[in-house]
């Protein structure tokens, strides 16, 4: 595997199920983020985490549970969601916080019923 | 006010036709800006930055930036079929944190 992979690459779920995201970067970068993306609104960043450590948090909703063990693992765990979270969710790293060139996966499509 | 503004499109255009592609940003402490492109079903990926005013040229693509009227553009020469993707604006922050435009989405047309 090279570059940013994410599972599962599409998840359809119930607003009281519980469910994961998986990221996973090759690269050995030391920076990643979980970024949610709508049809025809701006790429919105929910999460920074440097060396495993999180860094910002952008007044994500709790039902939104990020999880660090290393710097190559990230994980999203999702429970309760709402119809309007119904997205693409995109893992990101780069060689460090705050780089300009972040290397994206192809992002989980997810459905809330 | 959204900081970064991008028309949402689609912009379709002929093969072989000079595309411009623009987004207009409200912080002038904004210094470096960068353009990522995405295919349909796949993430953004890099495809030109610049720091502060100017121009940078890469192959067919030229990015400009305008600070005195807080312009960003992304030029196409001799535009084929496999540009035709989504083209993504950004701005890095004080934080060191990217703000995005929403995409344009750009169709060539054989």
């Known amino acids: 595997e090279t570059g940013v992979t994410q599972t599962p690459r599409h998840l359809v779920m119930g607003m009281t199920n519980k469910k994961s995201l998986k990221c996973e970067q090759h690269?050995?970068?030391?920076?990643m983020y979980w970024y949610k993306q709508s049809a025809k609104k701006p790429l919105e960043l929910m999460f920074v985490?440097?060396?495993?450590?999180?860094?910002e948090n952008n007044s994500v909703p709790s039902r939104f549970s990020p999880e660090c063990p290393n710097s190559s693992h990230l994980f999203l765990h999702l429970h309760t969601l709402q119809p309007e979270d119904s997205a693409l969710y995109l893992c990101?790293?780069?060689?460090?916080?705050?780089?300009?060139?972040?290397?994206f996966g192809p992002g989980t499509r997810l459905t809330v019923t | 006010q959204k900081e970064v503004e991008q028309d949402p499109g689609p912009l379709s255009v002929p093969e072989g036709a000079i595309v411009s592609l623009n987004c207009t940003y409200s912080?002038?402490?904004?210094?470096?800006f960068m353009w990522y492109r995405q295919y349909s079903r796949k993430g953004p990926e890099l495809l030109m930055y610049t720091y502060s005013s100017g121009n940078k040229e890469d192959g067919r693509f030229t990015a400009q930036v305008d600070k005195s009227s807080k312009y960003i553009s992304l030029f196409i020469r001799d535009s084929q079929p496999s540009d035709s993707a989504t083209y993504l604006c950004a701005a890095m922050d004080s934080n060191y944190q990217l703000i995005w435009g929403a995409g344009t989405k750009l169709i060539i047309k054989p």
């Open positions: 990101a790293s780069s060689q460090k916080r705050g780089g300009y060139e972040q290397y």
């Open positions: 985490y440097n060396f495993k450590e999180q860094t």
């Open positions: 912080n002038s402490a904004f210094q470096y």
């Open positions: 690269l050995g970068h030391n920076a």
